[in-house]
């Protein structure tokens, strides 16, 4: 069976994370997800998120680190491998294109969210090393 590979972008700003909630007009209406998308042919994670936040968010960002990836299968024809990166916003003003609204959260707030499922883990590895991923960023912006 095939597996879709799907990247997602942690972007951080003031120690809190952007989380993006599915419009009604997408699959998973309603939920909450990591903005980003399915890789195409040819392309490297890396550029299919920033070509995917772009479009998404109308902002440029950039890319860190990474987290482990996470297959979560929803059925028996669809599973997804959902790639999480660590990224700083580098310019533009956010425009919520496909989405229908944003928070910033911070570690504490995480898990109030309604998450899609393969999601899930992905927050919690996120929540375990948020203390390592806030000392990463701030060496990233002392170099930068
Ligand atoms: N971008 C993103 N997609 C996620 C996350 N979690 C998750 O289950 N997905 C699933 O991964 C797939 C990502 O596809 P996508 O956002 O590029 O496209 P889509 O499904 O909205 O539209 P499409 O299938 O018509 O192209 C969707 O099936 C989506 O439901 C996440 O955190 N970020």
């Given amino acids: 069976m095939e597996v879709v590979s799907v990247t997602c972008a942690l972007i951080f ?5 952007l989380c993006a909630q599915r419009s009604e007009a997408m699959q998973l209406p309603g939920l909450w997800e990591f903005p980003g998308g399915k890789i195409e042919k ?6 299919c998120l920033i070509r995917e936040i772009k479009e998404e968010l109308a902002i440029s960002i950039n890319i860190i680190g990474s987290l482990r990836s996470n297959e979560h299968a929803y059925s028996d024809v669809k599973v997804i491998r959902l790639m999480p990166f660590i ?7 956010l425009k919520l294109v496909e989405h229908q609204e944003v928070k910033w959260l911070a570690k504490e707030e995480l898990k109030s ?3 899609a499922q393969a999601d899930i883990p992905i927050v919690e590895d996120l ?3 948020w203390n390592n991923i806030q000392e990463q960023l701030v060496e990233y912006n002392r170099e930068n």
């Fill in 13 to 17: 700003l003031d120690q809190k994370v």
């Fill in 42 to 47: 040819g392309e490297s994670p890396e550029d």
């Fill in 87 to 93: 990224c700083v916003w580098g310019s533009g003003k």
């Fill in 113 to 115: 969210l309604n998450w």
């Fill in 127 to 129: 929540y375990v090393n």
